[in-house]
């Protein structure tokens, strides 16, 4: 099966509510975990990263969880506003040492806003 | 400073026929990434360049694919003949060091086999 995948191929939320993206890795020797936005007709966007000596890291509203018990990793996107429509796409690293080299991505959701 | 550029933006050819797509990184970027992702599914990666030299080419699908980094500057990926499975987007990536994860994107160039 596949490394990294997801548990909703799309989610959709108010304005101003908090936003919750998860994703399910299944490579216990992944050590680094990164989470890139894709808006439409752009490529993706690095947002956030987390090693795995962590479990959570705060970027500018937004905040990446890691349970490495459960092999589970999510992102937190506070008060979601209409430009934060996208595809997010979590990554890991498979590789020792962390690093762009060796990253798998997810299949991506696509996080919908309501007006 | 100039993002990743990708050429063209969108590809439509019948199968069995050649493409050529182009990738301009970011100037100074020793790191080239070729990624694909079929319509729905994850981005997959086809390889990676350290200048002209092909550091990792284990995504490549099969023998129909070509990747060259001539000069270690721009980077072109030729399918041929394309197929129809070959349809998707294929996304450039440069980096300057790999410390982290943060791979610079193009917006992609899409290709339709018809």
């Known amino acids: 099966g596949e490394s990294v995948g997801l548990h909703l191929p799309t989610l959709s939320v108010q304005e101003g509510d908090n936003s919750i993206i998860n994703c399910a890795y299944s490579?216990?020797?992944?050590?680094?975990f990164i989470w890139y936005k894709q808006e439409s007709g752009k490529g993706p966007q690095f947002i956030i990263d987390i090693r795995s000596n962590m479990d959570k890291r705060q970027g500018q509203r937004v905040t990446v969880l890691l349970n490495k018990t459960v092999k589970h990793l999510s992102l937190q996107i506070a008060a979601t506003q209409p430009g934060d429509s996208a595809v997010y796409f979590c990554?890991?690293?498979?590789?020792?040492?962390?690093?762009?080299?060796?990253?798998?991505f997810g299949k991506g959701t696509h996080l919908i806003i309501q007006p | 400073e100039a993002g990743v550029t990708q050429f063209p933006s969108h590809s439509v050819i019948e199968k069995g026929q050649t493409v050529t797509l182009r990738c301009d990184p970011i100037s100074g970027h020793d790191n080239l990434y070729w990624y694909r992702r079929v319509m729905g599914k994850e981005i997959k990666f086809l390889l990676h360049?350290?200048?002209?030299?092909?550091?990792?080419e284990s995504g490549m699908p099969n023998n129909r694919f070509l990747a060259e980094r001539t000069g270690g500057t721009y980077s072109t990926l030729k399918v041929q003949p394309a197929e129809l499975e070959d349809s998707g987007v294929y996304f450039c990536a440069s980096a300057g060091v790999l410390r982290t994860g943060e791979l610079f994107f193009g917006e992609g160039s899409r290709l339709t086999v018809l």
């Open positions: 490579n216990s020797a992944s050590d680094y």
């Open positions: 360049f350290v200048k002209e030299s092909k550091q990792d």
């Open positions: 990554a890991e690293n498979i590789r020792s040492g962390g690093g762009a080299d060796g990253l798998t």
